[in-house]
């Protein structure tokens, strides 16, 4: 079983990259814009922003800056703490999430969610949720799947 999951993890993850590569995307990338884009503003705190794709800060820092290189990303000071900075979304940045998420979308429902039956999902969820909680010593989350990957009932 552990072989297979990480065989798994490694697949995925590779099928991945070669689906955002068409886009100019790189898994990393996408993993940085999609929280911006749904965050109010388009902008979030970088400790924010690495808590919630479970990056440290040193990680984030190095790939913020490629992105604002590459016009994908600004940093702004705080408007309300003149110590702090803000990761913002930039124009490009939006359109670029914009380009590849149906893809990304499509990709994902094609060799994972739609090959798993309802039941398949509700189990690998708890899971999932029950060995997250283990590794950050928190209370599982127990709730049903939601978001983009959401079967229509």
């Known amino acids: 079983m552990w072989w297979a999951f990480l065989d798994l993890y490694r697949q995925l993850g590779a099928?991945?990259?070669?689906?955002?590569a068409g886009s100019d995307l790189s898994g990393a990338d996408f993993q940085v814009l999609a929280p911006l884009s749904d965050a109010p503003d388009a902008r979030m705190r970088p400790r924010d922003l690495a808590t919630s794709m479970g990056w440290d800060s040193s990680r984030l820092s190095h790939q913020v800056r490629r992105m604002e290189q590459?016009?994908?990303l600004a940093r702004e000071q705080h408007p309300q703490d003149g110590r702090g900075a803000v990761i913002c979304l930039t124009e490009a940045g939006q359109h670029a999430i914009e380009q590849a998420a149906p893809g990304h979308v499509e990709w994902v429902r094609t060799h994972f969610i739609d090959l798993l039956s309802g039941g398949?999902?509700?189990t690998l969820t708890a899971i999932a949720e029950r060995v997250i909680a283990?590794?950050?010593h928190q209370p599982p989350?127990?709730?049903p799947p939601q978001g983009a990957f959401d079967s229509p009932e």
């Open 141 to 143: 989350l127990n709730h």
């Open 15 to 20: 099928g991945l990259e070669q689906q955002l």
């Open 134 to 136: 283990q590794l950050t």
């Open 70 to 72: 590459r016009g994908l």
């Open 120 to 122: 398949e999902i509700d």
